[in-house]
């Protein structure tokens, strides 16, 4: 039997495997996978801002470097 794209077979319209967020708990745990989704929104919601902090952080780490040399 063919059936249509979303469904499993039963005919209740649930795919056949979970999204990607539920496939990571069996993984990390419930804990893990709320700490990986507060990663990604921080990352979402500060994109550029972050990008800058990494920038200066990284400049800092390496004149730290060159100057213990």
């Known amino acids: 039997m063919i059936t249509p794209p979303g469904m499993n077979g039963n005919g209740n319209g649930l795919g056949a495997t979970p999204n990607g967020w539920a496939t ?3 993984v990390i745990g419930v804990s893990g996978t709320i700490a990986m989704y507060l990663v990604w929104w921080l990352t979402q919601a500060l994109g550029g801002r972050l ?3 990494i920038e200066l952080l990284d400049s800092i780490a ?3 470097n060159a100057h213990a040399r």
């Open 51 to 53: 990008d800058r902090m």
């Open 62 to 64: 390496r004149a730290v």
């Open 24 to 26: 990571l708990i069996p």
